[in-house]
């Protein structure tokens, strides 16, 4: 299976964007999901996962402004970030979890 992220761009603080993560073949169904971020120069940080079950879970930072959801249907998971900060600046991963594949990122940019 592999995963390819999309959806990123350059937004100025309080705007939205939404990604967009769509996986290959069959196995996206039966895995949760995931989005993590890695700001320059700062360690990847873990931001929702989405079980298959439909519970989330949000990092403090993200929480009330970020929402995970997927369509099993289409094979994709989405973020929808809402209420953006620069602090949000930095490239966005989706993860598989049961397979523990990572989609290439996609860039979000946020300008003050």
């Known amino acids: 299976v592999q995963l390819q992220a999309s959806g990123g761009g350059l937004v100025q603080a309080g705007g939205s964007l939404r990604l967009s993560c769509v996986a290959s073949g069959d196995r996206f169904r039966d895995s949760a999901v995931g989005w993590y971020r890695q700001a320059p120069g700062k360690l990847r940080e873990w931001v929702t996962t989405?079980?298959?079950?439909?519970?989330?879970n949000y990092a403090d930072s993200v929480k009330g402004r970020f929402a995970i959801s997927r369509d099993d249907a289409k094979n994709t998971a989405y973020l929808q970030m809402n209420n953006l900060s620069p602090e949000d600046t930095g490239v966005y991963y989706c993860r598989l979890f049961k397979y523990d594949v990572w989609g290439q990122g996609t860039q979000v940019t946020v300008s003050s």
């Open positions: 989405r079980l298959i079950g439909g519970a989330t």
